[in-house]
């Protein structure tokens, strides 16, 4: 029994929320959001809760009941608050700026790497080695930060590249001399 696909999702003010065939569309302040509804699984408003059935218990209605459920959830929260990641750029010359839609990164590399934001997509740099990438769609941000810290992932030894605020990097001794 999936216990995230039993709970209701309560609708905050301001937030409209259209279920119509087999797609929900989500409209709020920050924008809007429209997902696919996969036809195992039903979606029906109640009062100010959207509740998310499905509609056997075979394997694979099972798998997508809470994950449908959690999509839905997000698309409201993306409209209402965002999601955002930040991103740090660790090394000596390594910083990164914005232009336009793009990001110029300098991560050691012999020239400037350019980044084009996808749209929907903010960032905001707030230190020459800190990004923030801002936008409503949750697996859309976490692709992008993904994107960017796969150009220059950090090393162990220096801890030099593209990381994650507060992920931690495991460091490595260097060789020693005899």
């Known amino acids: 029994m999936s216990r995230v696909g039993l709970k209701k999702i309560q609708i905050p003010k301001g937030v409209?929320?259209?279920?119509?065939?087999?797609?929900?569309?989500?409209?709020?302040?920050?924008?809007?959001?429209?997902?696919?509804?996969?036809?195992?699984?039903?979606?029906?408003?109640?009062?100010d809760n959207v509740i998310v059935?499905?509609?056997?218990?075979?394997?694979?209605?099972?798998?997508?009941?809470?994950?449908?459920r959690n999509e839905i959830?997000?698309?409201?929260?993306g409209v209402t608050s965002g999601f955002e990641k930040t991103l740090e750029i660790n090394g000596v010359g390594y910083r990164v700026s914005v232009s336009g839609?793009?990001?110029?990164?300098?991560l050691g590399f012999s020239h400037p790497v350019v980044?084009?934001?996808?749209?929907?997509?903010?960032?905001?740099?707030?230190?020459?080695?800190?990004?923030?990438?801002?936008?409503?769609?949750?697996?859309?941000v976490g692709q992008v930060a993904a994107?960017?810290?796969?150009?220059?992932?950090p090393e162990p030894y220096k801890g030099k590249?593209?990381?994650?605020?507060?992920?931690?990097?495991?460091?490595k001794e260097g060789k020693t001399g005899k």
Do not use: W
């Open 161 to 171: 590249g593209v990381k994650y605020l507060n992920e931690r990097i495991v460091r």
């Open 53 to 68: 059935t499905r509609s056997s218990d075979d394997a694979v209605s099972k798998s997508l009941h809470g994950v449908m």
């Open 73 to 77: 959830q997000n698309m409201i929260l």
């Open 115 to 140: 980044f084009a934001l996808p749209n929907g997509i903010e960032a905001a740099v707030e230190k020459q080695t800190v990004v923030t990438i801002k936008g409503r769609d949750k697996c859309l």
């Open 101 to 106: 839609r793009d990001l110029l990164l300098n």
């Open 16 to 47: 409209e929320v259209d279920i119509s065939g087999q797609s929900v569309r989500v409209k709020g302040p920050k924008g809007e959001s429209i997902r696919p509804i996969r036809p195992e699984i039903a979606v029906r408003m109640e009062q």
């Open 147 to 153: 994107n960017i810290r796969a150009l220059r992932k």
